[in-house]
C-alpha cells in the first residue's frame, strides 16, 4: 500500500492547519469526553501523535492506530523525547477495518482520519467491534463542504466532509446511542471558513 503521507510526515507538527486543529480538538474533548488514568485509548488516523501526545497524559494507555508508516515513525520520535510517556503508547502501523487489532478499548478518539476511509459504514462498525460495551467514541472531521478544503488532486480523499445527521444515522445503525455534535473548531482559508465537528456517542450494550 502506498504511504500517501510519506512526503508530509516530515513537517506535518509546523503546518499551521493541522496543528491548529488539533488544538481544537483537544479542547472539546476535554470539555466533552471524560479522561481518566484507568481507560485504554484508540487513537484512530494517529498521524504524528497531534491527539495522542495530549491524550495520553490523561489516561492509562493509548494505542496509535494509523496505516502511514511515515507518520507514525514521526510519532515515535517524538514519544523517545518524552519520558513521561514511556511504555504508556503502542504504536500501531494497520488497517482496522481490514485486520482489526483483536482487542476492546475503553474510548477511540480520531482527528481528520474519517475523510480518509472510502466506506464511513464499515469504518463505524469497526469502530464499534472495538469498543466495549458503554464505551465511547469522540471523532472529529470536516463538515460536509464544497471540495475545495483539499487541492483538488489529492490522493486518499474520499469524502468532502459529512452531514452531521446522515453521519449520526450512521453511528446509530453501527450500535451507538447518544450521538452529539459540537463545533470544535473553525479553519479560516483564502476567504473561506471550514467548521471542523466532534462527534461523541457511547456504544450500546
Known sequence: MTDLFED?????????????ISEGVTRALAEHVTLRDDLTVMDFGAGTGLICSKVAPAVGRVIAVDISAAMLAKLGEKLADRPDLAGKVDVVCQDIIERPLGR????????MAMHHVADTRALFEAFAAHLHAGGRLAVADLDEEDGDFHP?????????????????AIAEAAGFADVRFVTAAEVDREGKTYPIFLLTAARIG
Do not use: M, Y
Request: charged share 25%; hydrophobic share 40%; no cysteine.
Open 8 to 20: 508530509k510526515a516530515h513537517d506535518w507538527d509546523t503546518r499551521p492547519i493541522p496543528v491548529q
Open 152 to 168: 483538488p488532486d489529492a490522493e486518499g480523499v474520499f469524502h468532502a466532509g459529512f452531514d452531521r445527521e446522515a453521519l449520526g
Open 104 to 111: 476492546q478499548v475503553d474510548l477511540i478518539v480520531s482527528a
